[in-house]
């Protein structure tokens, strides 16, 4: 039997998680990396473009992922075929495993990406590196980019903000 107590106890539960629901997105380790994209509008276009080629389920999985996301000035300086790429080509802008700065300093630098490429850290400041791609085994040419924000924490991995696409030569 429903009592007038139990129906408020239940409507006040309902209203309890009401509001958990409403929460805005941090960049604090609690919500997925599509989700803390789509609160980055430095971002937008790239998030923009992984919905397009179908990798923001894989980024709101478990993940875990650490993702190099260019600003909106550096996509749309980025060379068509490589926006246009797809898949294929974002898969060089993310990495598997939750990879903080410190993180990557450790491993001499280096992070391997879905594509197989590799991004190096080449210079700049302990907060402010800049890094390169480089093919597998060779030495990074191309394009390079400094670390604008990093380490912004996700439930499924951390995204480095950078300022520019990081397309090996």
Same mark, same amino acid.
Not at 48 to 57: D, H, K, T, W, Y
Not at 70 to 73: A, E, G, V
Not at 75 to 92: E, H, I, K
């Given at each position: 039997?429903i009592? +007038?107590r ?5 409507g006040?539960?309902?209203l ?5 629901a ?7 380790g ?7 994209l ?9 998030r ?10 894989l980024?709101?999985?478990p ?6 996301a260019?600003?909106?000035?550096a ?7 490589? +926006? ?9 802008l ?22 197989g ?9 302990p ?6 791609a480089?093919?597998?085994?060779a030495?990074p040419?191309?394009a ?9 924490l ?7 903000v ?8």
């Open positions: 039997m009592t +007038r139990s129906f408020f106890a239940a006040g539960g309902a309890v998680l009401a509001g958990c409403g929460e805005p997105v941090t960049a604090d609690r919500f997925p990396i599509m989700d803390v789509g609160i980055l509008p430095e971002v937008s276009d790239f923009s473009a992984l919905r397009s080629a179908g990798l923001n389920e980024l709101s999985g993940g875990p992922f650490t993702v190099f260019p600003t909106n000035l996509w749309s300086q980025a060379p068509a075929s490589f +926006r246009d790429g797809g898949a294929n080509s974002l898969r060089s993310i990495a598997g495993g939750r990879l903080r700065l410190p993180d990557i300093t450790a491993r001499d630098g280096r992070v391997r990406t879905l594509s490429m590799e991004i190096r850290i080449v210079g700049g400041s907060t402010e590196p800049r890094i390169q480089a093919r597998l085994g030495q040419s191309g390079s980019a400094t670390v604008v924000r990093s380490n912004l996700c439930s499924n991995g951390v995204i480095h950078v300022g520019g696409v990081l397309i090996p030569a």
